[in-house]
């Protein structure tokens, strides 16, 4: 504090983290181009990505497949670009074929909006999909993606698959703290910014490109954050890339799986579930409050459902650092209160099938019928 | 993280939390209005003063005495503000006379932006005297003030002195980790937001006055630097209001002896130097970064000049925690370094010239011509 700083943000210590964070994030992203480190929530990154990509007037189309999707499109609109949504059923992905309809029936979108990982419903759309339909029928158009929830904890391949904007938070696949969100440009994009007009200062990307090519931040970043996203990435660079999105797999597996086993409607499509978050419908019968107050005794965070979606669904997160094991435990509270609370179930089957779930996604299943509880 | 998170933003120990920070806030912000909280760096804060209370075309005036000035005006330019700004000469305050001038020779603003506690030239605005001459030239004006390096370290009566807007930042006067602004806003302010059309999501207040009174963030908050602003109000409690302000204003005078005993020109004028932060003009023949490679050896940060001050002057920040016993430590360091380097100082001069100026803040002066040193 004061005199005596622990931690100085104009430093050459900073500087050489900021760097490891940066280039460290790139194989994550998929991209050789360069990554901005802002300090807000992660939907101040989608804000960073519209406001610098775009200008009044601009045509936008935007695709929801939840609230996050469309918080998304809301930014672009209340910056004055003309903004066309496509609204896709919650718990759906999005459909390349209707995307491409949309594209071919009225050509010169500027931009499309896609959400990666759609935390409210807990849908992951096919980005590697919905951007080739795209680069083929809107080639012009940036494609900028909120994968603030997805990215790090499961393949992408920003350059591959041409994606212009990518958005990522601290607090997600990172392993660390809320308050900084990371956004990947690709050169078109970041030369788009050179044109752009609408109004932006603290979020403006090329100021801050500028200013961590000096090994800065332009504004007083949250240092303790930064200090996190480090040792996060340390811990992932340790288990290697691959073993951290098997892990994901795993967890999200044996969730799916576990709660199936439970008796819980799971509420994505099969093809498109999360591998970071789950979603259940909340029974017929059940109390969402007072379950979730039971599932919290134990020691185990549900959020409910958003909007629409309040008290008829349940989420359980399972990226960053989860493991398995947490999993299990977390099948084993859900397991004990639902029992507790009069449901028909037979003890030990939800932690049963989340484990052979996350054994069989780990490549580990036993031979069928061998074994001392076959 | 995860299956089993540590902290839960939705939960009631959050909400708690942000209830005990939001109303303990309000005596330093001398207000019984309503404060906001939201996750970036006072730069963030200043953006949201500006685009929630204002629209594109209105007439602001813009008082500059520093390069914080300088971006607080900036960012109403860039939202299409028809921005006029008086320049003060740097390491001046604001004059009331100027003031009161513009305002009655160009009628009609909408708002006047000023800087409490200027960080680039250590010059503190006299805050109340200027929000008068508003109030009594220009009645209708919002009165937006930055004061993310000031607030919470001295005395400020929002209420009392009529400003409307007042931006302070978690890592200055709050004893915590950058990360979080609060912005306080009068009942006009808060009735400005709802016709003001400058476009925002992200900074929307009244989005987070709203949240904020159901005891959440309408986004995910930088979750341990909340913690820390909780605990750092704590021990401001703990400490007093009054002994807060004056251990910053012993550590200011103490600042400013020392570095004039070891023969540096103050940078700010002495009737308006900074209580949390001395400029002092870097000596001719002394070679700024070797000095301040010299001193940092030894433990304290220095901060250069910025812009057209970058090797003119350095910065001794003492706001937060610091303590008189920290700034001794700091004169010794620079005493030390000075005189390593040859500069003709007699031992102790800075750090007995520092105690003095504190004990003499304190109202602790010695008899004159008495006791063993006379």
């Not at 932006?200 to 801050?208: I, S, T, V």
């Not at 949250?222 to 340790?238: P, W």
């Not at 978050?277 to 599932?295: E, I, L, M, Q, Y």
């Not at 399972?318 to 947490?326: D, F, I, K, P, Q």
């Amino acid at each position: 504090a004061g005199a005596r700083q622990m931690i100085n943000h104009r430093g050459p210590e900073f500087a050489s983290m900021l760097e490891r964070i940066l280039s460290g994030m790139k194989p994550y992203f998929g991209t050789s181009s360069d990554i901005a480190m802002i300090t807000t929530a992660g939907t101040g990154g989608l804000e960073a990505a519209i406001v610098n990509t775009l200008s009044p007037g601009d045509r936008v189309l935007g695709i929801s497949i939840g609230s996050f999707g469309d918080r998304f499109a809301k930014i672009a609109q209340i910056y004055g670009a003309e903004v066309t949504t496509i609204e896709v059923e919650w718990g759906q992905a999005a459909d390349p074929e209707v995307l491409r309809a949309e594209l071919d029936r009225s050509p010169g979108y500027k931009a499309v909006l896609l959400t990666h990982n759609e935390t409210s419903t807990s849908v992951m759309n096919p980005i590697e999909e919905l951007a080739a339909v795209i680069r083929e029928h809107a080639p012009d158009a940036l494609i900028l993606v909120d994968s603030v929830s997805g990215l790090g904890a499961v393949p992408f391949d920003m350059d591959g698959w041409g994606v212009d904007v990518v958005v990522t938070g601290s607090q997600k696949a990172w392993m660390a703290a809320p308050g900084l969100a990371m956004i990947a440009a690709s050169p078109r994009a970041w030369k788009a910014m050179e044109t752009a007009t609408m109004p932006r200062l603290y979020l403006d990307l090329l100021a801050h490109r500028e200013s961590h090519a000096g090994g800065q931040t332009p504004f007083t970043p949250a240092i303790a954050v930064v200090y996190q996203v480090d040792e996060g990435l340390r811990l992932m660079t340790e288990e290697g890339a691959e073993h951290v999105f098997a892990r994901h797999e795993a967890c999200a597996a044996a969730t799916r799986a576990g709660l199936a086993a439970l008796g819980f409607d799971l509420f994505a499509d099969p093809r498109y579930a999360s591998r970071t978050v789950t979603a259940a419908t909340v029974p017929g019968g059940v109390d969402w409050k007072s379950f979730n107050r039971a599932v919290k005794a134990r020691g185990v965070v549900l959020a409910g459902g958003q909007g629409k979606l309040t008290g008829k669904i349940f989420r359980l997160g399972h990226l960053g650092s989860v493991t398995v094991e947490e999993i299990l435990g977390a099948m084993s509270a859900l397991e004990i209160v639902s029992i507790a609370s009069g449901r028909a179930i037979r003890p030990g089957v939800g932690v049963a099938a989340a484990q052979a779930a996350a054994m069989e996604s780990y490549g580990l299943s036993a031979p069928t019928a061998v074994g001392v509880g076959a």
